[in-house]
């Protein structure tokens, strides 16, 4: 159980297009999911909290004008990068927190993204 | 959140056991000692998680030290599909911070 997919698993575009990315939470639901990016040799850096049904809550230093977050049901988070740059190359991964006795983050398995 | 020190890197003999230490010296009362890995290319892979007892599943074990400044990651018999980067990571399932982690690489 408590399997995160995420689509697409790699993505290349032009400077300046959009992309979206999806995060289901394919055997539980969840409120509350996260979105990450992790730089080559770093490590995952929080950008988002995203609650369903309201607005994202988004770190310090994250556009949220840029990194659009839609989280409609208990079991789907969006990530659309708008306008993107080469700089927005990165690996995105997103969690689903399952809540049972204790609270739980699980991990989809990330999405490349190359801008050209 | 409570931070974490975690060695950098860390080998390990395949077939052998594999200790990794945290120490979490300013973790809260109601703060609780999470492990993931993560395998190169891949999302981070939960292990296991505790607040004060030892706990043990089919993954590894998690020895938390009486006063909770520390814990160990044990996994009891390590293949070379563990290498990868294992993080301690100390707070509420909520609210993750990720620090750098520790490297183990199995040796054949």
């Known amino acids: 159980g408590a399997v995160v997919s995420q689509h697409p698993s790699w993505v290349i575009c032009k400077s300046g297009t959009s992309v979206k990315i999806e995060c289901r939470s394919l055997?539980?639901?969840?409120?509350?999911m996260f979105w990450y990016r992790q730089f080559p040799k770093q490590s995952l850096m929080l950008m988002a909290t995203?609650?369903?049904?309201?607005?994202?809550?988004?770190e310090q230093g994250v556009e949220k004008d840029k990194f659009l977050i839609n989280h409609a049901s208990l079991t789907l988070s969006t990530l659309t990068v708008t306008s993107a740059h080469p700089e927005d190359s990165s690996f995105y991964i997103c969690?689903?927190?399952?809540?049972?006795?204790?609270?739980?983050?699980?991990f989809g398995p990330g999405t490349r993204l190359t801008v050209l | 959140d409570a931070k974490t020190t975690q060695p950098p890197s860390m080998d390990c003999a395949e077939g052998r056991a594999a200790n990794l230490p945290c120490n979490h010296s300013t973790i809260s009362g109601n703060e609780y000692v999470y492990w993931y890995r993560q395998i190169h290319s891949q999302g981070p892979q939960y292990i296991i998680h505790?607040?004060?007892n030892n706990e043990t599943n089919e993954m590894a074990s998690l020895i938390i030290t009486e006063d909770r400044k520390s814990s160990t990651l044990i996994l009891p018999h390590a293949t070379l599909r563990d290498t990868a980067v294992y993080y301690c990571i100390v707070g509420a399932g909520n609210m993750l911070t990720f620090g750098g982690g520790t490297r183990l690489m199995v040796k054949p």
């Open positions: 055997d539980f639901q969840a409120t509350t």
């Open positions: 969690s689903a927190n399952q809540q049972l006795w204790t609270d739980t983050q699980y």
């Open positions: 505790g607040l004060k």
């Open positions: 995203s609650n369903e049904g309201s607005k994202a809550t988004y």
